[in-house]
């Protein structure tokens, strides 16, 4: 039942974002490249209004749990850490595939969505037990970053 709560507050993140722009992740400093935040990777200024922060004490994350029906209080650490994690790059990941180009759009929206792995692989690091996830989560934070850094080349490279 937990995971059904989860993936339907998910989809109503994506949904209630779908105007936002916050390329940051406040628990890991988290920012998409310059090339996936320029001009026109939103469209009509769709950001307006934002911070680009998630300091819950301007709006962000306490409005965006309430638009969900969400609870974080009644969550164990480990699913608020998650929760929390998610709600800083679900948003980045839209705003970086809203750029026109689409090898652009691509990169930035891989950028964010593997900045979400690495968090939720973080998270399985300090409350998980298993030792075979323990071990994968590992391996994936690696993978992640290498990967990150290799798209955010390529966008320096290649994107205007």
């Known amino acids: 039942m937990n995971i059904i709560k989860i993936l339907v ?3 109503a993140l994506v949904t209630a974002t779908a105007g936002l722009a916050v390329a940051q992740d ?3 400093g988290f920012q998409l490249p ?14 307006a209004g934002m ?4 300091d819950s004490s301007a709006g962000g994350d306490t409005d965006m749990q ?16 998650n929760m929390e ?15 026109e180009d689409p090898d652009v759009a691509f990169a930035c929206g891989m950028i964010a969505h593997h900045r979400g792995a690495i968090d939720m692989a973080e998270v399985q690091l300090e409350y998980g037990e298993d030792e075979w996830l323990l071990e994968l989560a590992q391996t994936i934070i690696d993978a992640q970053e290498k ?14």
């Open 147 to 160: 990967e990150i850094e290799e798209m955010t080349q390529w966008l320096a490279d290649n994107a205007n």
């Open 85 to 99: 994690r998610m709600m800083g790059t679900m948003p980045a990941m839209h705003q970086g595939m809203m750029n």
């Open 51 to 54: 911070s680009g922060d998630n």
């Open 26 to 28: 406040g628990e890991s």
């Open 66 to 81: 309430g638009m969900m029906g969400m609870d974080m209080e009644s969550m164990t650490e480990a699913q608020r850490a």
């Open 34 to 47: 310059e090339q996936c935040t320029s001009g026109t990777a939103m469209q009509g200024g769709a950001h």
């Open 9 to 11: 507050c998910s989809a």
